[in-house]
């Protein structure tokens, strides 16, 4: 069955780490997200990416990094300059086209930092 | 700047009842889309219906339906005849286009918890 998978679905991280988020797509889509989502918030656009070895910052960079080596694949770095990382973390791809198509989400990552 | 706004927090109705859900967006751009989705306890979100702002026309889906008024900015979302499996927050969001590609980004609204009481 195609879809997104992300791993570990729950992580826990001491303040001062490094934590690497994974998402892995077999739907064949050019485009892949990363998302935040905060309790009581909708999500907000941290990165994106639309080929292989091209990404952009969304709204909410600072802190993170990312990497598109592979169509599949597009893991997400915390970083330890991130100050408030603990969230809920959803993946998305979607088709690029000419007209626009709906992003499909993979079942999250819920971060705490401890 | 792109907003979309989900004034109703938290709605808790009894089951088979009807219930909508309200979204109100601005934009300045003269084509997008907007969509809602569905965020079930486990946390993944699915994906329920998109809309182009060139289409006003409304749409159902068994006991989805949704209505579209581009005069009011508007684009609810009512389930007639709700079930306990329609608990869940759901999401309201609009497009922007940001790059010649033609994908785009998705501005949500902060969600509308709804709970169906058996």
């Known amino acids: 069955d195609g879809g997104i998978t992300q791993s570990p679905k729950y992580l826990f991280r001491k303040e001062g780490q490094n934590v690497t988020l994974s998402c892995e797509q077999n739907l064949n889509h050019d485009a892949m997200y990363w998302y935040r989502q905060d309790p009581g918030q909708g999500l907000r656009l941290i990165y994106y990416?639309?080929?292989?070895?091209?990404?952009q910052k969304g709204d909410i960079a600072e802190g993170y990094s990312v990497s598109r080596e592979k169509k599949e694949s597009f893991p997400l770095t915390v970083t330890s300059a991130q100050k408030n990382p603990t969230a809920f973390y959803l993946c998305?791809?979607?088709?690029?086209?000419?007209?626009?198509?709906?992003?499909?989400f993979g079942p999250g990552t819920r971060l705490t930092v401890l | 700047a792109q907003k979309v706004t989900q004034a109703q927090t938290e709605i808790s109705v009894v089951e088979k009842e009807d219930v909508t859900l309200d979204c109100v967006y601005e934009t300045r751009d003269t084509t997008y889309y907007l969509f809602w989705y569905k965020q079930p306890p486990s946390g993944e979100l699915v994906f329920l219906i998109r809309?182009?702002?060139?289409?006003?026309q409304n749409e159902i889906s068994g006991r989805y339906s949704w209505n579209f008024q581009k005069s009011t900015s508007s684009f609810n979302f009512t389930i007639t005849a709700s079930q306990v499996v329609d608990s869940a927050v759901y999401f309201c969001?609009?497009?922007?286009?940001?790059?010649?590609?033609?994908?785009?980004?998705?501005?949500f609204g902060t969600g509308t918890r709804l709970t169906i009481i058996p």
């Open positions: 998305a791809s979607s088709i690029v086209g000419v007209t626009y198509n709906e992003q499909f």
């Open positions: 990416s639309q080929i292989v070895n091209d990404f």
């Open positions: 969001a609009l497009s922007e286009r940001i790059s010649n590609f033609g994908n785009e980004k998705l501005t």
């Open positions: 809309r182009n702002s060139f289409d006003e």
